[in-house]
């Protein structure tokens, strides 16, 4: 894969007073350092995220990306794409739709709303693979370790 010189940044609607996830965006943090990736990548969580809204959800939280210089932390998940700006992190769905994260062993954690955004990423047919830790999720590669967020892996666009 050819990597693109500029990253696209991640454009959450932000209002005046700072808050995030605003006018439907379907995107629930706040945008930051980590939230670079390539446009496939950025298309992809906008794309889903309009189809969420639309469905009623409340917004879904966006961690990491990539940065814009594509450093890595050597803590962070290995498989080199989020590197590459192809990597997301997406926080699973809480029952009480608190912008905060749960871990799939927790109560508050909502393994249908869960299910359902898997879904929607899996249909969009530009995901090559979703890794997280909940093995009664459908849709995803089980990975020990991924109890608070899914790592979606985004096929390359082919040039």
């Known amino acids: 894969m050819k990597r693109v010189a500029a990253f696209a ?9 700072g808050a995030f996830a605003q006018a439907g965006s379907g995107v629930g943090d706040a945008p930051g350092a980590n939230q670079f990736g390539q446009p496939e990548t950025i298309e992809l969580i ?73 879904d929607m990423f899996n249909e969009t047919g530009r995901v090559d693979r979703i890794a997280f830790g909940d093995a009664q999720v459908s849709g995803v590669k089980v990975y020990r370790g991924l109890d608070d967020h899914m790592h979606i892996t985004v096929k390359p666009r082919l040039n």
């Open 9 to 17: 940044y991640l454009l959450i609607c932000v209002s005046a007073g």
């Open 46 to 118: 906008r794309e889903v995220a309009k189809k969420w809204v639309a469905s009623g959800a409340a917004p879904f939280g966006v961690g990491d990306v990539s940065k814009a210089d594509a450093f890595v932390p050597p803590e962070h998940f290995a498989t080199g794409d989020h590197k590459t700006g192809l990597g997301i992190d997406i926080r699973p769905i809480r029952k009480d739709n608190q912008p905060a994260g749960v871990r799939w062993q927790e109560p508050a954690y909502d393994r249908a709303a869960t299910q359902k955004l898997v």
